[in-house]
Each structure stands twice: as C-alpha cells, then as structure tokens.
C-alpha cells in the first residue's frame, strides 16, 4: 500500500506540472519573419513596358509592410547577366528603406534578358540566408519575356531552360510572377504556369495601383493575413472629407493582432486624419500608398478620414492578422481547480480500488483440506480416500476435479470431472462449480444447478453423480490440525 501511495503522489506531482506548464519559446511562433526574395527584369524591354519603373513601387510597399519586423528582403536585378544583388536582411528603419530603393531605381535598364540566371541566383541567396521553406516567397517582376538574346555570348535558350525547370520542379517555396505591361495586358507562358506548379500565382498588371493590389494579395497569402475582399466604399462627408470605417472582425475563439490599410493614389491625398485617441495606430506615407497600421486593435470599429485634390475617392486594401483568444485568468483558474478535482477523485478511486484488493487479499484464504470419497465404482473397486491439502489449490487460480484424481485407476473414465471447478473462496472456504450436464451435483438432499458456486468449509460435503461411468463420489473438507497455507490472520 505504501508503494502505490508514493506512485500516486509522482502522479499528482506530474499533474501539477501539466495544468501549470512552463512557457517556452517555440520557433515557429506567429511572430517568424518572411522571407521576400525579388527577381527583377532589368532588361531594354522593360523600359517600353514600364517606362517610369513603377515596379519598383511594389517592392518599396513591400519593404514598407516589413519595416520594423522580422521579415527578410532580398533581390537580384538581372538582364543578361546579373546586374545588382542584395542577400537577405531585415529592414529596420525607413533609411535603410530609402538607401535600398535607391539603389533599385538609379539602375539603367539595358541588353537582353535571361530570367533562369536570376532565378538561379536568387535561389542561392535563399540557401546562403538558412531559408525556411514555409516562410519564404519568390516574387518575379518582368513583362513576360523569357527569350535569350541569340548575340549573349554566355548563355543560350536551352541554358535559362533548364535553370527554369530546376527551380520550379523542385522549389519548396511559392513563385509569384507578375507581369507588368502598361502597354497592354501580358500573361504569357510558360512564366504565367511557374505560380501554379509551386502554390504561388501569377498575376497581370498595367498599372501602379493593380501592382500594390497584387502585392497585397501575396503578403496576406504568405502572412496568412486575412484580405478583406468586398471594400466598404468610403463616405463622403462635408468639406470634400471621404471617410472610411475599418470594422475589427475575428473569427469565433480568436483576436484581431493587427490591420493594415493601405491607401492607394498617396500623391492625390492632401491630408489624412487618424482617430487621436489612439496610440496603436501608425502611418507611413510613400508617392503611391499611404500604410496605416492598427497594433491590437482595442476599439470595435476605427474611422479614418482623407481629403483628395480631385474630391474622388480612392482605392484602398485591408489586410487583417488574427491569433488565439488569450483565456482569462478566471477561466484559467477554473481549469486549474477542475483538473485538481478531476485528480483528487482519481486518486480516491484508485486508492479504494487498492484497499478492495488488499482486503480481497486478506479474507481470501483456506488452510484446511479437502477429501474425496468414492461411495460407488464401475466393478465396486475400492478406491482410497483422497486427500487434497491447501497448498494444491494456491498453485493455480483455480483446478478441476480431473487434475486432483491423476493416479487413481478411474480418473479417464471420468471425463466429465475437468467441467467440476475448484478454488480458493473467502474465509476458509472452498468454491466448487460444476458446469457437465453429465453431472449431479448434490447438497444436503438438494440439487445444486449448473455453473451455480457451492461453498464448502470444514465438515461439510457435496455429492457428485457421474451419469456417464456411474461413479460417485462425496467431497468433504477436513479440518486441518495446523494453519495452512493462505491464512492471513
């Protein structure tokens, strides 16, 4: 008993711990960091197709929505060769920002194009930055122009193919390609089937404003940030003031953690208000977006108010994070007291289950012996009286009468004696179970039905009639002179 007390105190020790865990830092927390790496065509025909490099306006919005945070921003600039690369790092501050678009937009767009180079670069600055394949994105910016220049003397068609085909049969990470045109809409193959082949997408765009929408559309798919689909048009109040209501929805068992907004056509806004009772809202501010972030959004609704130079609306995206509801103390509390209870009557039921059977133990026990009589044989053979003492009956759980005649001269005439069932019972007794239709069993001048338990203490006796063979013989216990085996007293 002492034993099984000091199991069940080890088992309340381990509950304790497990209703109060310690909290440790897991590395793929919501927090990780995305890894953004940008192919960019920096080839002659992209100066047709984007004259005024607008492409480069989604890679600052991108840089934008990831000052500040974890997330890692790399890029390789190629056309048929790769002209500027940048390994992954984190954008801390807005300088860092500025210096890197800086160095983006002063490139002069020359020569050929060959797209696989890039890809094959960026796919080593991936492996050199430790990626981590569940948060990393590769985002091309071209027009769709995969054609190796016949006079590159480096390179051929069938070079930038296969570099093609390695990286998307075995990339472990999206591939957004977005084809940008302001000419008319580009969606050429086979760049517009890599988004497809890798869970990413691909996308067409003509303008600045398609570019921002589309590069709303990958950072929600990659942050798992919910992208608000149906935009609540902006209200038009007095003194030419459009105002946007920005509800804060989360799912049943879940909070919001953060919203970004994102303003479109910044350099047609002339003044932006933001609620001034409100500490967890920031803006930052670029020639085609405004990015307002709410941090743990507190209120149930959040009113943002602009004015334009052309009194017209603009467009605008919302992206929303969500995470678990944090329990409150109380409902912690109440798990906590529940798992005590739930504890104390396991322990209870365990140790009264424990008790049954160490007095199970105690009273189970026979010390006497048992006899057998054969009061009539097959040719009247005289047969000794058996004697079975206590110990033959602690050997097994339970034997039959077959077992205890082994050596007497009728024991296989009577078949029928391996259904008789003999066992210890409580109290000095022994339990016989006779379960032959072959048999009568009788006690006290009555018959004792089928699989019905007889009990015998000393001095008392049943008789069995064997119907087969016609043997008979009584069983009695005997007294034993001494304490046997199995006394607990």
């Known amino acids: 008993m002492k034993k099984i007390l000091q199991i069940l105190f080890v088992c309340s020790i381990a509950s304790f711990l497990f209703f109060h865990p310690i909290k440790s830092v897991d590395a793929n927390a919501a927090d990780t960091g995305q890894d953004f790496i940008f192919v960019i065509d920096g080839s002659y025909s992209m100066d047709t197709n984007d004259p005024q490099k607008h492409i480069f306006e989604l890679i600052r919005y991108m840089a934008t929505l990831s000052t500040g945070t974890e997330n890692r921003i790399g890029y390789v600039v190629y056309n048929d060769s790769v002209i500027k690369e940048q390994g992954l790092k984190k954008i801390a501050t807005e300088k860092e920002k500025a210096q890197m678009m800086a160095g983006l937009t002063s490139l002069t767009r020359i020569k050929g194009t060959d797209v696989g180079l890039g890809m094959k670069t960026a796919k080593r600055i991936l492996q050199e930055g430790h990626y981590q394949a569940n948060h990393t994105a590769m985002i091309i910016l071209s027009d769709g122009d995969i054609d190796v220049d016949t006079a590159n003397p480096n390179r051929t068609q069938t070079d930038t193919n296969e570099d093609i085909n390695q990286i998307v049969t075995t990339a472990d ?8 045109s302001e000419e008319k809409v580009h969606n050429q193959a086979p760049m517009n089937t890599w988004g497809a082949k890798t869970d990413g997408k691909n996308y067409s ?21 919910a992208l608000q689909k149906d935009s609540i048009a902006a209200e038009k109040k007095t003194n030419n003031t459009f105002e946007l209501t920005v509800p804060v929805k989360a799912p049943k068992n879940e909070v919001v953690t953060e919203i970004i907004l994102t303003l479109q056509d910044n350099a047609r806004i002339t003044n932006i208000v933001l609620p001034s009772d409100k500490e967890d809202i920031t803006m930052q501010k670029s020639n085609t977006t405004a990015i307002i972030k709410i941090n743990s959004p507190k209120a149930s609704r959040y009113k943002i ?91 097994q759980a339970k034997v039959t009468l077959f077992d ?68 008979e013989i009584e069983l009695r216990v005997r007294k034993a002179s001494h304490r046997g085996i199995g006394d607990q007293k």
């Open 173 to 180: 990470y999206p591939i957004y390609t977005i084809q940008y």
């Open 205 to 225: 765009a003509t303008s600045v404003q398609q570019l921002i929408q589309d590069a709303t559309d990958i950072y929600s798919r990659q942050t798992k940030m």
């Open 305 to 395: 108010a602009y004015q334009t130079k052309d009194n017209k609306p603009v467009q605008y995206q919302t992206i929303t994070q969500t995470g678990p509801q944090k329990e409150s103390s109380v409902s912690k509390w109440l798990i906590v007291i529940a798992g005590i209870l739930i504890l104390a009557f396991l322990i209870y039921t365990i140790w009264r289950f424990a008790r049954r059977i160490q007095t199970k133990k105690q009273t189970t026990y026979f010390h006497d012996s048992l006899e057998g009589y054969f009061m009539k044989t097959p040719e009247n053979e005289e047969i000794p009286i058996q004697n079975w003492n206590a110990s033959l009956f602690y050997n």
């Open 404 to 471: 205890l005649l082994q050596g007497t001269p009728v024991q296989m005439q009577m078949q029928a004696s391996k259904q008789i069932w003999i066992r210890v019972g409580t109290h000095n007794h022994l339990q016989i179970i006779n379960k032959s239709a072959n048999v009568k069993m009788i006690r006290n001048g009555q018959l004792v039905p089928n699989r019905k338990v007889c009990l015998l203490k000393a001095s008392e006796s049943l008789y069995l009639i064997f119907q087969e063979s016609g043997i």
